[in-house]
């Protein structure tokens, strides 16, 4: 289970274990939290009063600090997140695989000048991905079941995160997911629309 992590401006930065989230909050760098705690860390106990020093960390937390954290605003492209953003469906032929019954077709081949992005890129199972080639798809008979589209920020935390992600940080996310996703949110999970 991990921390949401929003900057001072509640966008969307990053997800956090807890010992990076206590980190922050010793160098007191929270400003604001929301959702009810997913931990409570238990520290040593203080020679005046014999207290002991609890924290409860929340499922969503905004930082300040010296520098201001930026969203990212090219995430990083990865089968898993692909596959995710593609709901572990091929886009041509529309079947549902698991992670490694999938590959990455690029929609213009690399050989013929596509780069290597998010909208260049589709889940493709084996067999249409062979078939596919290094041919452009008008060259073939395939079709394309949904656009390609690079995510948000908010998309991409919920992508990469997106089995293990809480109700209230879907909740937070989803709110933020462009009109090109394809995602809705049901029982806590994204499934495509």
Known sequence: MQILRLNKA???????????????YSRELV????????????????RLSGERTVIELPSILA???DKVARQ?????????????????QCMYCARSFSYHQLTRDHIVPRSRGGRDSWVNCVAACRRCNQFKGSRRIEETELELLALPFRPNPAEYLALVNSRRILPEQADFLSRQFSANCRWQMRDSHFYAA
């Open 10 to 24: 509640g966008q969307p930065i990053d997800w956090l274990s807890w010992q990076e989230a206590v980190c922050l």
């Open 31 to 46: 400003l604001w939290t929301l959702g009810d705690p997913i931990f409570e860390i238990h520290g040593g106990r203080s």
């Open 63 to 65: 930082c300040g600090g």
């Open 72 to 88: 990212r605003t090219n995430p990083a492209l990865s089968n898993r997140a692909l596959f995710e953003r593609d709901n572990y």
